[in-house]
């Protein structure tokens, strides 16, 4: 386990990080955990353990198992230094091009240079990500999906630089994680998002337009197309301010009006109704606060 | 007023299974196409699922059911669903016909998803007494029903309709006569998206597919649904809700076209976007 081969580094321990290095020291691999906010880097490996005390619970794994990922696979640090001897690093920081583009940058002057970069982006192009990176061959695309440690697609993206050999690395190390990798171009949103964005859209459209109630609009996609969630369930999941932030990010790209947020989003916005998180989104949820901020 | 009798027109693959559906509810059916050969097929077809399946409610089923080719058979029925294809003119005068042979209390659906409610009872003298049920396919296992008010339609009616739609273990919800409705107009430019994408070189369809049912948890990939609903179908569709909203979201993407020319309707003709063997094309 201390060949360096086997040991991955996850950046920044937000809830994309945090499940990302639950699939990585699940599947065997030695992980370090870098997030430069020293209350973010509890907050994620508190997740991250009580995850695997649920995964002790359901009897999916031993007590002594959990022991010995936590204790002895999983470290976690504030210092970007402690990424020296990883041989793959899978970044999951603040979803902005100029923060990703340094970050990359600082992580070039510190690696292996064969080490790979891989970016968690899921609005961003991976081209322009990778420039700047003093090794734009060796970054690609591989995003996960929320929550990783439950989702086991990765969408797989090279950007118009990558080689084929850190196509391949990649590939090999998704399926090692036991995740299902599919291939897409490097255009915004990729796929997951190119898709939910504009659905979402329309249907937030639809309410405005007067063709439905919230909880009707829910019903019809749920029982009439079978979608496993209703948008303004989901849109509520994900928060309002992320659902805008996304929207505006991959219409920028692509003045493509399916992806222009429809007025009601900012104003619930402003409202500070941003779903679950806060109590309250398209619907009103009493528990506020387990879910989180 | 309760429903006991309901009339079905049109037995294509919508009025066939509303035909069976209601059947297995305990109600009177009367089916009508003017085709004959329609009427042996499905008739044949509720004796062999009499057959079949288990349970008593089956085994008498196709006697619960009427057949005819005329409309005549409906004078006492208490709602009369029309099933036929999407032609508007068509279904005009079918309505004109049915209120002639009906009571007046007869309530008359229509399946329409291209047309407005209220333009499909427009030649009516009791245009009220017309509501829009739109049934998704297929019909027997998706739970769904979209109620359309008409601008005339009586609300007392929509409530006997939705009675009836929960006693066959439906969900409905009440929906403005709008083009789409709700769900088609949420999924028909998913669908034309996902086209578009698919032709712009965004993934394999395999890829497309798979990301789709496992990254957002839809029960099919869009590519594989389009093979199964027919892409001539689609276009169909898609033209339909263009013409009547005008927005770009809903304009038939050229690869769709061009297949459709092409005779690539998708698994009834054996290629879509994937090919299949002579046993899956059903």
Known sequence: MADEKNTIGVLGCGTMGSGIAIVCARAGFKTIVVDTDERQLKRGRELIDRFFAKSVEKGKLTEAKKREIMQSRLTFSVSYEDLKECYFIIEAVYEDLEVKKAVLAKLNGICHVGTIFASNTSTLSITSIAAGSGRPDRVIGMHFCLPAQVMRLVEVTRGLQTSDETYQRTKELGEQLGQVIINTKDTPGFILNHFVVAFNNSCIRAYEEGRGKVEDIDKAVKLGLGYPMGPFELLDYIGLDTHLRVSLALYEQTRDNRFWPPPLVRRMVDAGHLGRKVGRGFYMYPEAGMFGV | ?282
């Not at chain 2, 059911?65 to 005329?70: I, L, M, Q, R, W």
């Not at chain 2, 008409?150 to 939705?162: F, R, Y």
């Open chain 2, 1 to 282: 007023m309760e429903v006991r009798k309901v009339g079905i027109i049109g037995l294509g693959e919508l009025g066939n299974g509303l035909v069976r559906l209601i059947a297995l509810k305990g109600y009177a059916v009367q089916a009508v196409d003017k085709r004959e050969e329609r009427l042996i097929e499905c008739k044949r077809w509720l004796e062999e699922s009499g057959r079949r399946k288990e349970g008593e409610e089956w085994h008498d089923i196709a006697s619960k059911v009427g057949f005819s080719t005329e409309i005549g058979g409906m004078r006492d029925c208490e709602l009369v669903i029309e099933a036929i294809g999407e032609d508007l003119e068509a279904k005009q005068k079918l309505l004109r016909d049915l209120e002639e042979v009906t009571s007046h209390e007869a309530i008359l659906g229509t399946t329409t998803s291209c047309h407005s409610v209220t333009g499909v009872a427009r030649r009516l003298i009791r245009a009220e007494r017309v509501v829009g049920m739109h049934f998704i396919r297929p019909v027997e296992r998706v739970k769904l029903v979209e109620l359309v008010r008409g601008e005339k339609t009586k609300e007392a009616l929509v409530e006997i309709v939705d009675a009836f739609c929960r006693s066959l273990e439906k969900e409905t919800i009440v929906v403005k006569d709008l083009p789409g409705l709700l769900v088609n107009y949420l999924f028909v430019p998913y669908m034309n998206q996902a086209i578009e994408a698919y032709d712009q070189g965004l993934a394999s369809r395999e890829d497309l597919d798979t990301a789709i049912r496992m990254g957002l948890g839809y029960p099919m990939g869009p590519l594989e649904l389009i093979d199964l609903i027919g892409l001539d179908k689609h276009l169909e569709l898609t033209s339909a809700l263009y013409d009547r909203l005008g927005d770009r979201r809903f304009f038939p993407p050229p690869i769709l076209r061009r297949m459709v020319d092409a005779g690539k309707l998708g698994r009834k003709t054996g290629e879509g976007f994937y090919r299949y063997e002579q046993s899956d094309r059903t």
